[in-house]
Nanobody, 115 residues
């Protein structure tokens, strides 16, 4: 059973930065892809960014140029660097891993951006 543990959320002012981490209990290159989703109050969970096994990345239009996904294969950890944060980025951020046959989710970490 794969476990994903997020950390790094918190409260930040408009324009600030945060870095989220997602530590996996297994090898991250065994997954088809990993990524970050977010869910704001009263809204559906939405894709933020993904990184494939081969290292290709994809971003939602709303975060392009501000957020960067990266990984440390040796540490089995995926990161989300968030810059120029806006109040509309406020949400619970979830780490996700796709193993071809199963989708794994972390417990989520709260990010709150104050105006």
């Amino acid at each position: 059973q794969v476990q994903l543990v997020e950390s790094g959320g918190g409260l930040v002012q408009d324009g600030g930065s945060l870095r989220l981490s997602c530590a996996a209990s297994g090898s991250i290159i065994s997954f088809k892809d990993m990524g970050w989703y977010r869910q704001a109050p009263g809204k559906q969970r939405e894709l933020v960014t993904t990184i494939t096994r081969g290292g290709s990345t994809n971003y939602a239009d709303s975060v392009k140029g501000r957020f960067t996904i990266s990984r440390d294969i040796a540490k089995n950890t995926v990161y989300l660097q968030m810059n120029s944060l806006k109040p509309e980025d406020t949400a619970v951020y979830y780490c996700h891993a796709n193993s071809w046959t199963y989708n794994y989710w972390g417990q989520g970490t709260q990010v709150t951006v104050s105006s």
